[in-house]
DNA sequence: TCTTGACTTAAAGTGTACTCGAAGGTGTTC
DNA sequence: GAACACCTTCGAGTACACTTTAAGTCAAGA
């Protein structure tokens, strides 16, 4: 694994961010880039793996301020290691809610498909089917 | 099954929104009202299921836009149902898609869980695992 | 009678996350 | 020497979906 450098216009095309954003993500700290005697900056392989990583946090559902604090936590050290698990831990389980109500409303959307499609006895209306979906929150 | 019917204070609670957003789905078209002599808005248990159907579309990932366009669908007959049958699918479809992404995000929080609970080799980097991200892209 | 809750229009504000452009500058490459 | 990619600050613009306010009216219930 050679340390190859890039500059910003070919990291954004690596990691899928605007150079915009890189900038936007730094000012918001982020990310963190070095640079060289011209002020110009650089990254590298780590900086591609930790942006992969900040952007796993994004998609599964972590705002930016989450992401600042968890940054600062771990700028802190290992000492916020137990806070930074639980906060991954809760994104967890949120993510995996959210899955599962995404899961459900699928499951009407799919119904309402075989519905248009005839497989499903069509003297029942649009909306059938929020009973059964008050009835999943019901206990929650 | 009563024919009971409900104010927008009442309605607001029964379907979790304020009644702001019901006057504003409203406005877009979404809702339609009935009104008594003195022009204050009602709702049927009907209402109920129509806001829970497009809830279900929305929590799906539906923008506005597209669910005023299903609702202008439906409101032009039944010579649209394979339109509106298709906007479903793709909404399934997209969904799903969905899904599968979150649910490879929280693969990856969950090896981070793991790593923090010293499950996992502790020379291993913060980042580690951008690269099977990066394949799970290669083959989309 | 007073409070509560409803009504109207229209405009402004909120939060999130970018996205872009201006204006002026530096260094590298063809 | 021109083109190009980068740098800076800073403010404005965009998209989405609400959310709130203002200012005034109306009607039923305690």
């Known amino acids: ?9 070919e990291f ?9 954003t890189l900038r936007y993500y730094e000012d918001q700290g982020l990310i963190v880039s ?8 650089y990254y590298t392989e780590n900086d591609i793996r930790w942006v992969g990583f900040i952007l796993h946090l ?5 705002r930016l301020n989450d992401l600042k604090r968890y940054v600062r936590l ?4 290992d000492r ?3 806070e930074r698990r639980d906060m991954l831990q809760k994104t967890k389980d949120d993510a ?6 995404l899961q459900m409303h699928l499951k ?13 006895d069509h003297t029942i209306d649009d909306s059938e089917s929020f009973h059964d979906y008050l009835q999943q929150f019901n206990d929650k």
Chains 1, 2 share one sequence.
């Open 12 to 20: 954004s095309k690596l990691v899928g961010l605007s150079t915009y």
């Open 96 to 101: 995996e809610a959210d899955i599962a109500e």
């Open 1 to 9: 694994m050679a340390d190859k450098q890039y500059r910003i216009g």
């Open 34 to 41: 070095q640079r060289d005697e011209n002020g110009v900056r």
């Open 108 to 120: 009407v959307l799919s119904r309402k498909i075989d519905w248009y499609d005839g497989k499903v």
């Open 74 to 77: 771990r700028a802190e050290g």
């Open 58 to 62: 994004k998609g599964t559902g972590l």
């Open 80 to 82: 916020t290691i137990p």
